[in-house]
């Protein structure tokens, strides 16, 4: 498939890695930002393959993975409603919450034992078809699930631009948006960080362009080369990483030209400013980042979904006192080195977002047979 097996063409890898191998010289931590970055080097194995000098550490880059707690669980509620149609991406409906009392009386603590209990729970592909089930659900209020970063925010944000145009009152989001920025600066502000290098992700850079990694680059004084995803671009990334480490450089580079321009996507740009506004966020198992996130502007603060069920309210949101996703979406621990890996928890039996969100390193791991006997 042209601009797909030309970045899977095993020589070309090869001889990347290679170049790696020639240039590298001393230790260097580098980090994908991306879960879908991650699931690819897992996949092709790629971090078996690079010189022992480097150590890939996986980022917190899994939107469902950083979903905080207290919202999962506001999602629970608001699904178990009798008066309300809950629509979300299939990843979101796997992932463990605090138990709730769902229609049925019983307890439940995913949206799928909601639904499996009586909510009016339903997967869909766009903020567009949640549109559409409000349309056609005029006594029903649709709440969608808006979680994701940068690259979601624009297609999330046209949706509310499109219920506040038809009027769609029976519309409305619970809003989960993260930035990957920020992310960055609360890695590199952790005393205990070990990493010197990033692999930002590309598709985020595709609608924010790569002008706001510069300053982080210069505060911290580390090369940030915008990536793809096939085994060909993360080598090639991960050349460009070490090549600048081993010179002194910090620059920001766009190893993924061919999609992200350099500004990025402006008209996606103007959507996520016309609805959104940058706010603090909670994220799972690392805390509040600040000014990591969106919220819904003052003009289209009636689509917000916490605010239409204000009776929903704080949550009594308890974590697993097992589970270390934390310290994984931080690259401070490998998922296999989670002692509750592939033992208490597993895809059928998850204890964290990462072992079920199809962009979690902990499932990444899974999938992949990186299970220690
Ligand atoms: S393996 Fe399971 S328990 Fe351990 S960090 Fe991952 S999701 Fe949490």
Redesign the pocket.
Known sequence: MKYLDEYRDAPVVRNVLAEIKRTVTRPWTLMEVCGGQTHSIIRHGLDQLLPEQIELVHGPGCPVCVTPLELIDKALVLAARPDVIFTSYGDMLRVPGTFVYAKTGTQANDLFSVKSQGGDVRIVYSPLDALKIARENPYKTVVFFAVGFETTAPANGMAVQQAAREGLDNFCVLVSHVTVPPAITAIMEAPETRVNGFLAAGHVCTIMGVGEYRPLAEKYRIPIVVTGFEPLDLAYGILNVVKQLEAGAYEVENAYARTAPNQGNLAAQKVINEVFEACDRAWRGIGVIPQSGYRLREKYVKFDAERRFPDVGAMQSIE?D????GE?LQGLLK?DQ?P??GKQ?TPLT???A??VSSEGA?AAYYKYGRIQD
Do not use: E, H, Q
């Open positions: 697993s097992i589970c270390r996703s994984v998922p989670c509750a890996f928890c998850p204890l964290g990462t072992m902990c």
